[in-house]
């Protein structure tokens, strides 16, 4: 992801590092980046993270499988970590064993933890999300979780936890929007395309916005009629 020229960012970028200012001052913090498929989540904490340069960041996602690996984000994490933390995942261990393992580890130094695409988090980290949670001020992290909140549908495991985690301490969200049209004529410029047309079909989605001008840049072939497409590949 070309993350330095991210457009209409600087609000959200100020708020991780506001959170982890307060990290640093000795209270972890838990922040949930939300927002629509292609909206940008990930291009944000990625580079929010790349300057966090006083930070180790450990980062760990969730797959898009019918069965999901079990602890699958714990489980990045624990191949960048070796140690306690590995050898319980390795062996299945429980909820509760993961996050007293994940928590020392996390003691040992100040540390950026990353979560991604939790809306296809398996039972098993969903459980360790809602402990680490619920403690997350005492444990000297900055913990950031993404997911789509367009695909939350109403039963949801991950919508439980949410609400769970709604009240607690240290725990906040940021919502990401799409880009406005400002941004889109930004992203245009030097395409030959109907910027209002484009930000019309694409509504501001950053993703859909750079694929619809990677195939206007595209010379040839162009077949008639895939030139705007909108479809999104699985
Ligand atoms: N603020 C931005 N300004 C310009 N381009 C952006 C911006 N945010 C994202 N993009 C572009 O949009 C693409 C999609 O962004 P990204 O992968 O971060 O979305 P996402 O929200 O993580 O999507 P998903 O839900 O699929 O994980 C990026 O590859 C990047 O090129
Ligand atoms: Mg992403």
Not at 2 to 31: I, K, P, T, Y
Not at 123 to 143: F, I, P, Q
Not at 200 to 207: L, S
């Amino acid at each position: 992801v070309g993350a330095s020229w991210l457009l209409e960012r600087e609000s959200f970028l100020a708020a991780l590092c506001e959170a982890q200012r307060q990290v640093q001052g000795g209270s972890g913090r838990l922040v949930f980046v939300v927002g629509e498929a292609g909206v940008g989540k990930t291009a944000l904490v990625r580079r929010f993270c790349s300057d966090a340069t006083d930070m180790r960041v450990l980062e760990g996602a969730c797959d898009a499988l019918f069965t999901p690996r079990p602890l699958a984000p714990f489980a990045d994490v624990a191949a960048e970590t070796g140690g306690p933390l590995a050898e319980l995942i390795a062996r299945d261990a429980r909820p509760h064993e993961v996050l007293a393992a994940l928590t020392d580890e996390l003691h040992r130094r100040q540390t950026v933890l990353v979560l991604e695409d939790l809306h296809w988090a398996d039972e098993a980290t969903l459980d360790v999300l809602r402990l680490l949670g619920r403690r997350v001020k005492a444990s000297s992290a900055l913990v950031i979780g993404t997911f789509r909140d367009d695909e939350l549908h109403a039963a949801h495991p991950l919508r439980l936890v949410m609400g769970g985690l709604a009240a607690a301490p240290g725990v906040e969200r940021i919502s990401v929007p799409p880009l406005t049209l400002d941004a889109v004529r930004e992203l245009a410029t030097a395409h030959d395309v109907d910027v209002e047309e484009l930000f019309a079909r694409t509504r501001g989605n950053p993703f859909f916005v750079t694929e619809v001008l990677a195939e206007a840049t595209r010379p040839f072939p162009r077949r008639s009629g895939t030139r705007c497409s909108l479809a999104r590949p699985v």
